[in-house]
């Protein structure tokens, strides 16, 4: 019943009956995010698809749990664990959404609550960089004469330069570290197929009516299956 009621609501935001996706998906992506799912025990074929995907491509990906599992966690070194406060699924969702999602495709309201949570600040930061220098030297001919020669050498120096920083309040509140958004990005590089796998845990979420909604704008507006 639960899992019924989840679609109905997944139904009215995806623009289809059913996820887009299949495990064949899965098998064939190169970035993967299972959001939801202790993989290991909850779903060892999608663990398979999973690590296929991983493994015969490559692959790279975010798994998403409040515990640990270190059976997925060592099938790369590729995959990095987002290990989120219990029960921050529906928080988990809105950011999956801020960092994949073409906001352009979002509902209006939407996209200006996810922009909400963002806080731009300027910081200092200490950059080293080389700098080319000419300088005139003396050198010593055969006859012992002087001959002023002009070299060029290369010295490192640090200089000091403003950085704008943006802050994400979804990480804070899913109990991530807002560095995770710039290993998440490193992550992406040259991927190209892309998977959502969604556990069980939202189904019995307080919250799984948005959630499923939520998924299915995550369908609908980024380029996961």
């Known amino acids: 019943k639960k899992f019924q009621n989840?679609?109905?609501?997944?139904?009215?935001?995806?623009?289809?009956?059913?996820?887009?996706?299949?495990?064949?998906?899965?098998?064939?992506?190169?970035?993967?995010?299972?959001?939801?799912?202790?993989?290991?025990?909850?779903?060892?074929?999608?663990?398979?698809?999973?690590?296929?995907?991983?493994?015969?491509?490559?692959?790279?990906?975010?798994?998403?749990?409040p515990l640990k599992?270190?059976?997925?966690?060592?099938?790369?070194?590729?995959?990095?664990?987002?290990?989120?406060?219990?029960g921050s699924e529906e928080v988990m969702m809105y950011l999956l959404l801020d960092l994949f999602a073409d906001k352009t495709q979002l509902p209006q309201d939407l996209s200006d609550y996810l922009n909400s949570f963002h806080t731009l600040s300027t910081v200092q930061k200490i950059e080293k960089v080389?700098?080319?220098?000419?300088?005139?030297?003396?050198?010593?001919?055969?006859?012992?004469?002087?001959?002023?020669v002009e070299v060029e050498k290369t010295v490192t120096k640090e200089?000091?330069?403003?950085?704008?920083?943006?802050?994400?309040?979804?990480?804070?509140?899913?109990?991530?570290?807002?560095?995770?958004?710039d290993k998440i990005q490193a992550l992406l590089a040259k991927k190209e197929t892309f998977s959502f796998i969604l556990g069980e845990d939202v189904y019995n979420h307080p919250q799984a009516s948005n959630i499923a909604r939520l998924a299915g704008l995550f369908q609908s507006a980024s380029s996961f299956k």
């Open 6 to 65: 989840f679609l109905t609501s997944f139904r009215a935001t995806s623009g289809t009956y059913l996820p887009n996706g299949d495990l064949k998906d899965v098998r064939a992506s190169n970035f993967i995010i299972t959001l939801g799912t202790h993989i290991t025990h909850d779903s060892p074929i999608a663990r398979y698809a999973f690590n296929n995907g991983m493994s015969m491509n490559k692959g790279a990906g975010l798994y998403c749990h």
């Open 69 to 86: 599992d270190d059976t997925v966690e060592g099938l790369s070194k590729n995959l990095l664990p987002l290990t989120y406060n219990v």
């Open 130 to 148: 080389k700098e080319k220098i000419s300088e005139v030297v003396v050198e010593k001919t055969t006859n012992d004469e002087g001959e002023e």
């Open 159 to 181: 200089i000091t330069v403003d950085v704008t920083v943006d802050h994400n309040r979804l990480f804070d509140m899913a109990g991530l570290q807002p560095e995770m958004q």
